[in-house]
């Protein structure tokens, strides 16, 4: 069976996570603060902050952007359904917005026109790892007074005009899960360069505390901490962070690696007319997170058919990305014309993509289409 995804952990990560707990420091500690700092370094931010997940580095986002009650946030609905979540754990409501069908990120001119005077934030989705227009929707942000926040849960090491996702807003939120390019088995990254920002996100996400327990382990003199807000348990572990810096370490390799297969892909399904191939728009790079494929009308088999097909060739495959207002908890949230995106979930497929498959892999995987075509 070929998996969808498989994350590339090797010795030097059970290393790490082994000598970890050996030093008896085991939860957010000195591997956290060096992730921390290597982390920034990658994605060229000033400061970055280690959290349990990325549904909880968008949570934390939310609350320090100051969103709650009554607001709107402008989101996709075509994401994982964690980008809508994060926006009702604050009170405010999610405004689903298309996507464009080149890259299957937000559209501008529809999120524009969703605008209203409870609009908040831009919640701009980087879907697959494929960048979204930051720039664009930096400047709408300025234009009307909103916040841009990142979901680049998929995107580490994307890059967007030539500087790394997460080198360009206030608040970017990366995830480490398994189905990710580096992982730490669950785990998430919030980069910024606002030194206030970055000082709340450290502040909620241990309870509020006024001190943290590695100043108060190293202090000389008793310290007693205070808790100044209603903070959330959010801490990435140190074992975690162990694994993480290693992974970081072998992220570049792990980069030239997917952007090979993906250009395998690209090569040998490019000659097939009823598949769209996805494609990096002018100034963008991807790691690929994600390989999907979209079935145009005239494909001989539909989306279903074709995963079926797959996994009795051995195949693992997933249905194209969701959208979130036809899933059962946002269905009685209101109603919603998003024609682009619900078109893009019901015929694409994601094949699978990941660092250790081979090139006989990927010719299998192509044969399955091929021998449709
Ligand atoms: C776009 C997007 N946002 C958020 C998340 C949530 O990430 P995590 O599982 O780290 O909470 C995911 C995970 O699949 C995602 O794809």
């Avoid at 952990?9 to 700092?37: N, Y």
């Avoid at 841009?148 to 360009?168: M, P, Q, T």
């Avoid at 690696?257 to 395998?264: D, F, G, S, T």
Wanted: aromatic share 8%; with cysteine.
């Amino acid at each position: 069976m070929i998996p969808i995804a498989k994350p590339y952990l090797g010795k030097e990560e059970a290393q790490a996570a082994h000598d970890t707990i050996l030093t008896g420091w085991i939860t957010q500690g000195p591997k956290v603060a060096e992730f921390e700092k290597n982390f920034a370094e990658f994605v060229g931010s000033k400061y970055a902050v280690a959290v349990s997940n990325c549904t909880t580095a968008l949570h934390l986002s939310m609350i320090v952007a100051g969103i709650g009650l009554g607001d709107e946030v402008i989101c996709p609905s075509m994401s994982y359904i964690a980008t809508a979540n994060s926006i009702v754990y604050v009170g405010a409501t999610p405004v689903f917005a298309e996507i464009n069908k080149k890259d299957y990120n937000l559209n501008i001119e529809d999120v524009e026109k969703r605008i209203t005077s409870k609009t908040k934030a831009i919640l701009l989705v980087h879907q697959m790892g494929m960048p979204g227009d930051i720039d664009g929707f930096k400047q709408l942000c300025e234009k009307h007074n909103l916040v841009l926040i990142e979901d680049a849960a998929c995107a580490i090491g994307s890059e967007y005009r030539g500087a790394k996702i997460g080198s360009h807003s206030d608040y970017v939120c990366f995830s480490f899960h398994p189905r990710k390019v580096i992982s730490t088995g669950d785990g998430g990254m919030i980069s910024t360069s606002n030194e206030k920002v970055y000082n709340k996100l450290k502040l909620y996400r241990q309870h509020g505390m006024s001190i943290n327990d590695r100043v108060r382990h190293e202090s000389k003199t008793i310290l007693f901490e205070d808790h100044l807000v209603v903070g959330y348990n959010y801490r990435l572990t140190d074992i975690q962070a162990a694994v993480g810096i290693e992974q970081l370490k072998r992220l570049p390799w792990i980069i030239v690696e997917r952007q090979k297969l993906a250009k395998m892909y690209h090569e040998l399904l490019s000659g097939i007319d009823w598949l769209e191939l996805p494609n990096e728009q002018e100034g963008c790079f991807s790691n690929y997170q994600t390989y999907s494929v979209y079935l145009k009308p005239n494909a001989p088999i539909n989306r279903d058919q074709l995963m079926q097909l797959f996994l009795e060739n051995g195949i693992s495959t997933r249905r194209g990305i969701m959208t979130s207002h036809r899933e059962t908890a946002y269905k009685n949230k209101g109603t919603w014309s998003l024609p682009v995106s619900e078109d893009a979930a019901d015929n694409s497929i994601c094949l699978p993509l990941w660092v250790g498959m081979t090139e006989e892999d990927v010719m299998g995987i192509v044969a399955v289409i091929g021998d449709l075509a």
